[in-house]
């Protein structure tokens, strides 16, 4: 077991994206006091020297490795190859780089949990993995996710690495990307009735609001990763979900209440549906975490509306 010390060196790549600033918040609020939080500014993982130069000069005890190309369904539809050679490509750099020259480094790795088949028995437990036909919409990203994984299982295989593998559900919070095109559902919606009730306009979701989706607040996503870093040190790939979601209308009538706003609501249904459900079992999660408990969509929402808007 490896000890996550409060002076540990403690790397995060993907320190400013949304799950990367929940971590290094959480960090520094739990009084860990020696972390790195390294943005694609300060290091470009697609370039292997970059990333081989880092390790070598830092050899970080603990390593997140949080950084990637993320986008909602439209982005990944219409760019499916970046997703795909971007994800890949920087997972398989940090791997072989720890491997050459940082191995003592102990490494909590992110997946998704659209690495899962399209269709599964609902809640999804971590047994799915690999056992049926993926979701076309995020296909790339998914592929690249599962690369990340088996290089997880393969590295410490073959090479001894101490590696974690975590598949965080759909996340929200502070420091979201609200890109209306871009981003993901649920800063989509909350900027969309945020705006319309500033200009009392109609409001245009995709689809056909049917789909199911879960909501993880970024921050609870966070302490979890810190805690298996910390407690974990299995080879069994982990759900961090929620158990519980909502269909895209539910998630719109929750907003409309918090913003105590009613727009006019269009369904442009040329936009895809998507995965229809993917509720995670997090059994699992709970067996190792019995404390966790995800806060509700609503009180994350607060918060995000008093942060970013
Ligand atoms: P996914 O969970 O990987 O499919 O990605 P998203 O977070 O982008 O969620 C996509 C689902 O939300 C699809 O069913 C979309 O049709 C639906 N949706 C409804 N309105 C929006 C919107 O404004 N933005 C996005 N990204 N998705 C929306």
């Not at 088949?117 to 993926?134: C, W």
Request: charge should be neutral; include cysteine.
């Amino acid at each position: 077991m490896i000890i996550l010390e409060k002076n540990s060196k403690i790397t995060v790549f993907g320190g400013t994206g949304l799950l990367g600033s929940a971590i290094v918040k959480r960090l520094k609020a739990k009084g860990y006091q020696n972390i790195d939080s390294i943005s694609s500014k300060e290091i470009n993982l697609l370039e292997k020297k970059e990333v081989e130069e880092y390790l070598k000069n830092q050899q970080p005890d603990q390593l997140f490795m949080v950084a990637g190309h993320v986008g909602g369904i439209y982005s990944n539809m219409k760019r499916g190859a970046d997703f795909l050679y971007k994800n890949t490509t920087m997972a398989l750099n940090v791997f072989e780089s720890i491997k050459n020259y940082s191995k003592n480094t102990k490494i909590l790795f992110t997946g998704s949990t659209c690495i899962y088949p399209k269709e599964n028995p609902q809640p999804i437990n971590e047994d799915r993995f690999l056992a049926g036909k993926l979701e076309k919409t995020n296909i790339g990203y998914a592929i690249a996710k599962i690369t990340g994984i088996i290089a997880s299982e393969l590295y410490t295989k073959q090479y001894g690495l101490k590696t974690i593998a975590v598949m965080p559900t759909n996340l929200y919070g502070p420091n979201d990307n609200y890109d209306l095109e871009n981003g993901h559902m649920i800063p989509g919606l909350i900027k969309k009735f945020y705006d319309a009730k500033q200009n009392n306009n109609t409001i245009t979701l995709w689809g056909s609001g049917k789909p199911r989706r879960e909501a993880l607040f970024s921050e609870d996503c966070a302490d979890v990763c810190i805690y298996l870093m910390k407690n974990y040190d299995g080879s069994e790939i982990i759900n961090i979900g929620t158990g519980f979601d909502y269909s895209i209308t539910e998630f719109a009538d929750k907003i409309k209440k918090v913003l105590d706003f009613e727009p006019k609501i269009e369904w442009d249904t040329s936009k895809p549906d998507g995965t229809f459900e993917k509720r995670t079992d997090i059994t699992r999660l709970k067996k190792i975490m019995p404390e966790y408990k995800p806060r509700s969509f609503e009180e994350g929402l607060k918060i995000v509306l008093e942060y970013d808007f």
